[in-house]
């Protein structure tokens, strides 16, 4: 079972990889859905012929991996506070953050829930409700999602095989 500051390790149990994005939505009622597959490892499907007999070595080797149409899940935020997403590309690790999970990840130190802190005006009155605020990763092959919420998520399998 999926959980935001488990392991998670049955992500991994067809690919070494992440999973993949397949969408993202924010609705007026301030929800916002997250979509994700599981990877899956296949047979990179290259027409022998096309190719030398070198690079065909070279890629006999090699598998390609996508989304796992048959692993998906809804991650559902109702009313967060504040969602960025960032190309993973571009974010690189800060020591100064504490973090715990794989992929589905619960921040209790970040450089997010720093600026919020401090930049964002806050107009929750209720203490209780600032200290169950938190900010969850999701990390997927391509992008980061970081979202602050005082509420934990929703996830739930959709698709095929459930």
Not at 77 to 96: A, G, K, P, V
Request: include cysteine; charge should be negative.
């Amino acid at each position: 079972m999926l959980e935001f500051g488990g392991e998670n390790l049955e992500i991994n149990e067809k690919s070494r990889l992440a999973p993949f994005l397949l969408s993202l939505s924010d609705d007026q009622d301030l929800t916002l859905r997250v979509v994700i597959a599981f990877p899956k490892d296949g047979k990179a499907g290259l027409d022998p012929g096309s190719i030398n007999e070198k690079v065909k070595d070279l890629l006999d080797k090699c598998v390609s991996v996508g989304a796992d149409m048959d692993q998906v899940y809804e991650i559902v935020f109702e009313n967060y506070i504040l969602y960025q997403m960032r190309n993973e590309s571009y974010t690189s690790w800060d020591e100064h953050e504490v973090r715990k999970g794989r992929y589905l990840i619960v921040f209790e130190r970040s450089r997010l829930l720093d600026y919020y802190e401090d930049a964002i005006f806050d107009f929750d009155s209720e203490e209780t409700r600032k200290t169950q605020r938190k900010h969850y990763g999701i990390y997927t092959e391509n992008h980061i999602l970081d979202i602050i919420s005082n509420e934990p998520p929703k996830i739930r399998r959709i698709g095929a095989d459930k």
